[in-house]
């Protein structure tokens, strides 16, 4: 009896923190329908914006006092910049950008902020340990030599897709930020800084005596080795007076940029093919006043940058349609009837004129799919993403008949399906943007020294799209299906879980994957399922929840531990519900007092850590054998080489799905 009474209570204390936290998200809904929450990251965003309009002769912005503020706000004791949350030191390149856009914005080098930075940066190696993209950021203010750069010659635009090094061969971001480099690395600008504000201080043996050499990853005959002598060979070829096709080349990467510019003024949605496109098209004679350059300007009054008590914060991309499609998903699985809510009403009506339907740069090796999905930010058009798409299809397979105004969903949903479908890489995986993006051989550049140059498939989108799929009807008799699940089971670490490429980490990976098995009728009893279960209960921490940092991606004694978070500890009980077993019932009910105790009293959570991520920073954008590689990446727990985020959003709309699911699961049993 007394058990009876506790039951009834979790379930009504279950249908309060669901009440509440649907609530919040009624109250901040944007007026056009859509949800969108900041994207934390680290400092390079301001310190690239302050570099950059140095660059563009832009330095009295009235944002400027405001952005050097925010970095100041971010520096940690020791004196340096980190890349994520609390991360175990901080990172080398981020606080050379940092010290360096200071000392542009007009601060004085004897400052106690620039001291301690000065002092962190000589205490860890100094300039000698910078990445490519610092590197360049110098060579730009006349504070790193040109020739000492990995050089990318334009030329490149001209290869055919068959190629190796063709552009199409690189990921999406990657190739978006390459094209307007290329033209950098060949007109090699500089815009100087003043006398007072040069980075002297940080080569204390003075220049003539650094060492700007590239640092090689490997010794004796190896692709790295080869590379390496080619980019020598490029760099002496920049310098010699005739370039044959070079200005024809340049003109076909100012087409290409001019032409991948969105509506909003971004390029692929993302900060570095933004800032790099301003530069390198006004380094070609464009104006400032000329619509592409006004247009990439305005995005950082417009929605490019956002207002905190820290100071003002550049934006390294937008959620917009990823947080409206998965806020819809939690109302959904919350037991919000869709047709009785405006709330979702309006959500959907701005979605669905979100759909793309226009030409990309997935149709280079997906030649014969029609165009129709969905894109991760508000006006990527050339970039629509596998993961965005799926979540749509989730969405829309559970309302696509109750809905009649909105006639055209159904049609874009049977064309999103067929793309998605068309999409499926060649092991039976999905990855973000392209289809088998895995091409190892442009991983070996040296430009390559940062972020994943690859999109090869991930587990955490395979088990979105299969989720999708369970929910449109089909099942393991689905050949795609089964080519799905084979890869899926490949996938699987020794201890049952799967590493998470879009977030941290393994507990992201597994709690996409099994969701997805159970929709398309997967025998959950199975071992290797069971085997990922007991994993996930197996990392529950004390107080209930589940949590995992970012270091995992460079620590595997990190994986699964970390302090509780809400978004993570959803991940996890969805994880478990989709599992089936009673074995976990205790589990699910300890995460789910964790979320409803952690609850704040307007509804939603707090979440300082970072459980996005962008780059591993493994250089091919899949998992490592980090008992190989760890060595030769030159990071460590600190992703020196990644790129970590923390969606706000996260922490909202993943604890709803995650009750809604986990109340459901305890009403069917008897709760």
Not at 326 to 353: I, Y
Not at 444 to 456: H, N, Q
Not at 603 to 631: I, M, N
Request: glycine share 8%; hydrophobic share 40%; aromatic share 12%.
């Amino acid at each position: 009896m007394n058990e009876m009474i506790e039951d009834k209570y979790l379930i009504q204390v279950l249908n309060n923190s669901i009440e509440d936290a649907l609530d919040w998200s009624v109250r901040h809904q944007a007026p056009e329908g859509y949800w969108i929450g900041d994207i934390d990251t680290n400092c390079c965003m301001e310190a690239e914006w302050i570099m950059a309009m140095h660059f563009l002769g832009l330095l009295n912005d009235p944002k400027l006092p405001e952005v050097v503020r925010a970095i100041v706000s971010e520096q940690r004791e020791d004196g340096s910049w980190e890349i994520y949350y609390k991360a175990p030191t901080g990172d080398i390149n981020t606080t050379v950008e940092c010290y360096t856009a200071l000392k542009i914005a007009g601060l004085d080098p004897d400052q106690d902020i620039m001291v301690r930075a000065r002092k962190w940066i000589l205490q860890h190696g100094g300039l000698r340990h910078i990445r490519v993209f610092t590197k360049y950021w110098l060579a730009l203010l006349g504070q790193w030599p040109w020739e000492h750069t990995p050089n990318l010659p334009p030329e490149i635009i001209f290869l055919p897709p068959w190629m190796p090094f063709n552009i199409y061969r690189f990921s999406s971001w990657a190739r978006a930020t390459i094209v307007p480099l290329t033209l950098l690395c060949a007109r090699r600008p500089v815009k100087p800084l003043p006398p007072d504000k040069a980075i002297d201080e940080l080569f204390p043996d003075g220049r003539g005596q650094f060492d700007f050499s590239l640092p090689r990853k490997d010794t004796g005959l190896c692709w790295e080795s080869f590379f390496l002598k080619t980019d020598r060979l490029l760099n002496m070829y920049c310098s010699w007076r005739v370039h044959p096709f070079r200005e024809t080349a340049i003109k076909y990467c100012i087409d290409w940029i001019i032409k991948h510019q969105d509506e909003d003024g971004v390029w692929g949605g993302i900060q570095p093919p933004l800032i790099y496109s301003l530069m390198a098209l006004h380094n070609e004679g464009y104006l400032l006043c000329h619509p592409v350059i006004k247009r990439g300007l305005r995005a950082f009054d417009e929605h490019w940058s956002r207002k905190k008590d820290t100071g003002l914060y550049i934006n390294a991309s937008e959620s917009i349609v990823w947080d409206t499609f998965l806020t819809m998903l939690a109302f959904l699985d919350c037991g919000v009837n869709p047709p009785e809510s405006g709330s979702f009403r309006k959500a959907l009506k701005w979605v669905l004129g979100k759909f793309v339907d226009a030409p990309g740069d997935w149709q280079v090796y997906v030649k014969d799919a029609r165009p129709g999905a969905w894109s991760f930010e508000r006006a990527n058009t050339w970039y629509p993403d596998v993961d965005d798409t799926a979540v749509a299809l989730i969405v829309l397979a559970r309302i696509a008949d109750v809905f009649p105004e909105f006639p055209s969903m159904k049609r874009k949903l049977r064309l999103a399906l067929d793309w998605v479908m068309a999409m499926q890489s060649s092991n039976g995986g999905w990855a973000a943007f392209d289809k088998d993006n895995n091409s190892l051989l442009v991983t070996k550049i040296p430009f390559c020294d940062f972020g994943e140059a690859l999109d090869p498939p991930s587990v955490d989108v395979t088990g979105h799209v299969l989720e999708a799929l369970g929910l449109l009807g089909r099942t393991m008799d689905d050949p795609a299906v089964r080519r799905a699940v084979e890869y899926v089971k490949a996938e699987q670490e020794p201890d049952g879980s799967w590493f998470g490429r879009w977030g941290v980490n393994y507990i992201y990976g597994t709690g996409a994957v099994l969701p997805g098995l159970k929709a398309v009728g997967e025998d959950m009893t199975s071992e290797y399922v069971q085997k990922a279960a007991r994993w996930i209960a197996g990392h529950q921490n004390a107080d209930g929840g589940w949590g995992e940092s970012c270091a995992s991606y460079m620590d595997n004694s990190m994986r699964g531990r970390g302090p509780s978070t809400a978004s993570q500890t959803a991940w996890a009980i969805m994880a478990l519900v989709a599992a089936g077993s009673r074995t976990y019932t205790a589990n699910i009910v300890r995460g789910l007092e964790f979320l409803a105790g952690t609850q704040r009293e307007d509804g939603t959570w707090d979440e300082p850590w970072y459980t996005g991520t962008g780059f591993p920073g493994y250089g091919w954008g899949d998992r490592a054998d980090l008992s190989k590689v760890a060595g030769k990446l030159a990071q460590g727990p600190e992703l020196s080489r990644g790129f970590m985020l923390n969606y706000n959003l996260y922490r909202h709309y993943f604890p709803l799905m995650a009750m809604g699911r986990a109340r459901k699961y305890l009403l069917t049993r008897g709760w």
